[in-house]
């Protein structure tokens, strides 16, 4: 099998662990393939599809594993959902952006590729300004607890970094895609700056084009306006006493995460619940590492 027909498959195959089937254009983007245009990539998709006895076939401009037309329809539904999901996701916006530190509020997960569904949460990253990630964490956290009674669905937010701290660490096919499709619903030039510290993402996705000014926006852009309420209450944790308290709340997670979860390992429980003073992760899970394998099961299935 040529190259660029085993790459296209790659690229296929990834995305139908979600039974999420991809359009050409998002085929090219993520290709682990350059020095090939889309109209290329496009009349090879267009072969393999026609071919009785390949793996690929086409609905409506969407391309999938055989014989999994369903996903197709599927794929139609969450895309007409993710619009109720875009309206809640500005209305939750409109709240966090004006809690102390945030500078920016991105949209990740399900509704970042236009694939939520009913069961889906809404996924949050949150750039804030530097050494106080933790104090506006902790406030997040504690308004979603005691006035949303930790409502989880509309007000997921699992991963925070500070503007001085954009680079990711880890590097793989999984945080390449997540980092690929982030939205911007608040200060996309922040957004912006995150992309351009990441731009290893190339190395898995060469035709990705990280100026696409639609990209990285979200359906439901708030704009850059800082809000007064915000910085009238970042007044209150300036200074020296600011610095304290959020070395102290970042320590205290610690703890509490090395109690909750003493039976990981050191190193499983530090990368599944990243705590710094430049980036809290919380994905006690591990869903990375299981979709990693679950690719891997799949290339190897596939003889690829």
């Excluded at 070395?247 to 090395?258: E, Q, S």
Aim: net charge positive.
């Amino acid at each position: 099998m040529e190259i660029l027909k085993k790459n296209i498959l790659r690229t296929i195959l990834y995305y139908d662990i979600f039974s999420h089937p991809l359009k050409s254009d998002e085929v090219f983007t993520f290709l682990p393939q350059n020095s090939v245009t889309s109209e290329t990539v496009e009349s090879t998709l267009s072969e393999l599809a026609s071919e009785e006895s390949g793996l690929l076939a086409e609905k409506q401009g969407y391309y999938y594993i055989k014989p999994k037309v369903e996903n197709v329809f599927s794929r139609k539904e969450k895309e007409e959902y993710s619009r109720k999901m875009w309206r809640r996701a500005n209305l939750v916006t409109h709240i966090i952006k004006r809690f102390p530190f945030v500078r920016s509020v991105i949209i990740s997960g399900t509704l970042s590729k236009n694939s939520s569904d009913s069961s889906s949460d809404l996924d949050f990253m949150i750039i804030t300004k530097p050494k106080r990630l933790w104090i506006s964490r902790t406030l997040l956290m504690l308004f979603k607890k005691i006035i949303l009674f930790n409502n989880k669905k509309y007000f997921c937010l699992n991963y925070f970094i500070t503007e001085d701290s954009l680079e990711i660490e880890v590097r793989n096919i999984y945080t390449a895609i997540e980092i690929a499709t982030l939205k911007a619903i608040y200060n996309k030039p922040l957004l912006d700056k995150f992309i351009a510290h990441n731009l290893w993402i190339k190395d898995y996705f060469p035709n990705y084009n990280p100026y696409d000014s639609k990209l990285h926006l979200g359906s439901a852009y708030s704009g850059e306006r800082t809000s007064y309420l915000q910085r009238f209450f970042e007044v209150f944790f300036t200074g020296k006493l600011g610095d304290k308290l959020d070395g102290y709340l970042n320590r205290k997670t610690i703890r509490h995460w090395n109690k909750k979860y003493h039976h990981l390992e050191d190193s499983e429980r530090n990368f599944r619940l990243k705590s710094t003073s430049t980036e809290s992760k919380v994905h006690p899970n591990s869903v990375q590492k299981t979709i990693l394998n679950l690719y891997a099961e799949k290339l190897k299935q596939f003889g690829l």
